[in-house]
């Protein structure tokens, strides 16, 4: 989670694309942000005048999951043992 919010932080700013950190923060988060941004603005077809609120659903999917599948988790385990 904190990795999709320090690219949307970063996203403000003109990073430079050779500095290795940037270049990891991409590598990171893209594989999770591109199939969501896609599936925003040409399944959906969201025109939001360049505001890209893909790490928003990220964000918002990672959250959910959290708040539903470990309690589950936690039950099936706690039950098993």
Request: glycine share 4%.
């Amino acid at each position: 989670m904190l990795v999709i919010v320090a690219r949307a932080i970063m996203s403000w700013f003109r990073p430079n694309p050779r500095n290795p950190i940037v270049r990891f923060l991409y590598a990171i988060t893209d594989p999770v942000l591109y199939p969501v941004r896609d599936f925003i603005h040409y399944r959906l077809r969201l025109n939001l005048g360049g505001i890209d609120i893909s790490p928003l659903v990220v964000l918002a999917a990672l959250w959910a999951l959290r708040a539903l599948v470990l309690p589950w988790l936690v039950h099936v385990v706690a039950g098993a043992g």
